[in-house]
């Protein structure tokens, strides 16, 4: 009997232990990115002649490189993130990783007329993989004699482009303080609406998964589309019946369902593998659905990822 | 050895009891006091700090400042503090409505008079409420008090007593 | 007699009640004032005096100075025409409002302006309770507050418009004296703008380092073709007059005249405008102690009212008075708020229990008492006596000059002439006793009495005395009192009336204001 209770607690512990140990999901990455509003306001911009277009887009690395005000925010950000244990991804560091990128050229890859084009942004995102990006303008205001701090500081989920929290606001007018201290107010006043805001998006992700949008499609030259049958049931059926198997509590939505394409968007991945100790991102969760496919209708199919919430699988051939 | 056990078991069972019921009026006094009373941001703090003008009440002036400081906090852990044209509001660091009540002895101990609240609490008002901000009301004094709430502190004491998870837990 | 003297008594400490039963709401706010001096120059002879009397006129450390480029108005009107609305639409059709404006933001002739003076005044009237509310914020803004203080700028216009030469002549005696007599105004006008109109010139007319020459020049168009009206807010009148002697000739008690028409201005401005009157916190009581002192013009005597706030049934805010205090040692605190700024002290005079927190506003009165009694024995059957608070100390003790007159009707009519000095003691709030001593001259009364032959009617006394009194209500005293007189030098006609020096008894009323 004693024996027995002992083996009991043993294995209660060890499974608690190892539920402790595998239940820790990846900790998010975070990145504070230059609002493209602020970068053309300053003059950080790169420009260029789109096919007669005229297009402007940010520049970071100069951003970083010149505007001390925009360092000095990210250093009272980075700070105050550090005490809540979620250091800030750096910008500048990830910008040098992008640039040893010998396939980066911020100008071309930004128009070379694909349907996934990346632009520079998503680039950078791509090579840091931030899972929430930090979209910070703020301008200096003149009152008369005195100037405040005008901020808009929106924490944006990098999978599905929504807003966790938007942080709109004005400081202290004053006319003899330095500017410096004017900026870590701004930082503060909106530091714990900002925290809360992640909070809530951590909570909704454990509890209801990570979102991202899923398009499957199929290349002209694809003998099969969703509507072939196997069984009794079409593809796209099959497919959503993968999903609803393979999303957190079955949530989704199907955006669109044609014969050669389907958008799911408000999909719900868990956020991690099944091993429960790998990050699952879009791209990784979309593997499984081509992998899905492949083994149903025998077409390959191609991966592909915009940012990191996107995903677009493409069925016949890589 | 059953005897024991069943002295033991009862004890278990009542120590709870008995903790639960401590000074009940007491408790309904401190639950009371936090029915109804103003709180505003004055402006962006210091590092980790939050500026506030909270009212209080009591019998005495020094009672209605005690309740006061009392208020400031309860505000940052439970309600949150609207903000003003220069200042951002500031969420309650409890976002769980049922976190007092799940929590009633450790926030008993923790609201006690001379107790753990006034770590987290600094008076910024020059002497006693003044003026406008200390009024005659049916039964005692109404003050408004300037405070400085360690904010930072105040939530990674919570975080660490575990009322509230930290944002990094799960991670 | 008795009766009048018991209606007198009682309606006295019914107004006196009434006072303090009245509740309002009082705004507990007090800033700096600023004022801009002016006066009337009706173009006539008297005009230099009075340019005189006005260059001597000080507002004291308790206001900033708007210094105009101007210093008078002119007007085609006689003296004595000149009337509060006449001044204002003066001051209003040469935009004096807009000389304010640009003074406070020291705009010069390209239109460019700065705030320099605007932080400073901004600092300087903070208090204790600003700089630690701003230490624990993370931008201290205590400089930037200069706002509100814009809008209590004053502009205030003396206007003496009445002073005449009047010649006296004795009939008995046939003698002429001269006597010129002056009154002078002081308007007093605000200017009449809101915060709306600070924001539009910040906005709109504040021209910034950076804007182009085009932004720059239609900032400057539309500052220049801005109106800035005054408004009034008080008219106050005071009253002089100066004898010509041999000391004092004709342009001496001429300009004499003047210049004390202008005397009380000042004190009766500051009664009339609820702005310019000091509200500051009691900080301690045993003793009473405050955050304010020379910067705030503060002096020895000068009387505050105590108020506390209260939420009547209906949740709104009302104030109530509670006594009265008076200055005793003032504090130097001419500097910036520090945390630390050292208080003046206070002795309470009447009312209830005072307490930390308390509203304290400044009500200045004359100093002076007045009282009327009757003896019972002594020198005079009725007297009245009027005194002047000249000084209090720490603990209540308090100087009194006094002079008082008396009637004594015996055989003869008798009257008296004296001055004196009494040193009040408090015993408790309600309770003062106060020796003083005296002299004075008695006169009776003769029919047919030559003006050279008064001497001979009259007598040179010498009282010392106590009087012990009671303050039921203030400004209220009923008191009682004691003394002995004596008289001596009396002329060789004077008769001593029985019983009218040596030991007295009188009994009386004095009324503070």
Known sequence: MKKHLIKTLLIVMAV?????????????????????????????????????????????????????????????????????????????????????????????????????????????????????????????????????????????????????????????????????????????????????????????????????????????????????????????????????????????STQMATENRMKFDQVRIPLYKNDGRTALDARGWGRGLAKYIKNTTGQECKVQSRGLGLVRITMGGK | MKKLMTTLLVVMMIIPIASEAQNPSKRRKLFNNWNNYEVSTVQVGQDGTKLLKVWGFGKKVDRAVTQAKKNAVHACIFRGIPGNETSMSTPAICKDPNALESNLDYFYDFFETGSTYLQFVNLTTDGVPSGQDRRKVDGGYKVAIYVQVMYDNLKDRLETDGIVRKLNSGF | MNNKFFYTFALLIFVSASAFAQSKTLDDSYNRNSVSKLWISFGDNFDNTVKNAYANFSFGEKYDYNDLDVTAITTQTNRGDATVSNVLDILNNQNFGKSIVSYWFNRNSEGMMNDEMMRQRSLYNVNDEDVMIAAAAKVSNLADRSDALIRQSYIVVFNTNEIKREQLKDPKTGKVSVLWQAKSDAYVYQIDIDSTFIEDLYMNMWIQDDDTPEVKAAKKQLYDSLQVNMKTVASVSGHGASTVSEKNPEESAKQSAVSSSFEALLFKMENAIPDWQVKVAIHDVHPIRSKIGTKENLKNTDRYRVYYYFEDKNGHLKTRPKGYIRATTIADNESIASGETPMSRFYQISGGRLEPGMLMVEKKDRRMGISAGVKYHGANSFFIDLDFLMHINDLGFCSYPFASIGFDQREEFYANLAIGYGHGIPLTRLFELMPFAGFGIDYMAHENVDEDKIAQYTAFFAEAGARFSIQPVYPIRVFVQADYSLNFLEGIHYETGENRFGVGLSIGLRYAF
């Open chain 1, 16 to 252: 608690g232990l190892t539920s402790v140990g595998f239940g820790q999901a990846k900790k998010p990455k975070l990145m504070v990115v230059p609002a493209d509003a602020w970068c053309i306001r300053n003059g950080f911009v790169l420009e260029f002649d789109n096919m007669g277009t005229y297009e402007q887009i940010p520049n970071y690395k100069a951003a970083m490189q010149y505007s001390s005000d925009m360092r000095a925010m990210i250093a009272s950000m980075g700070d105050f993130m550090q005490k809540e244990d979620f250091p800030i991804e750096s910008l500048e560091q990830a910008l040098k990783n992008v640039e040893s990128d010998a396939g980066f050229d911020m100008v071309s890859t930004s128009k070379s007329g694909s349907m996934l084009a990346e632009s520079p942004k998503d680039k950078l995102l791509l090579q840091a993989k931030p899972d929430i990006i930090l979209d910070l303008d703020f301008e200096e205001v003149k009152i008369g004699p005195r100037t405040a701090i005008k901020f808009n500081m929106q924490a944006i989920d990098a999978y599905t482009g929504k807003i966790i929290s938007g942080n709109v606001g004005q400081g202290t007018p004053s006319s003899s303080i330095d500017k410096t201290i004017q900026l870590q107010e701004a930082v503060l006043s909106f530091k714990d609406n900002f925290l809360s805001g992640l909070m809530n998006h951590f909570n909704s992700l454990f509890k209801d998964g990570r979102e991202i949008v899923v398009e499957v499609t199929r290349w002209d030259n694809c003998d099969i589309d969703f509507e072939e049958e196997y069984g009794d049931t079409e593809l796209g059926e099959l497919i959503e019946q993968w999903m609803t198997d393979n999303t957190v509590s079955g949530r989704f």
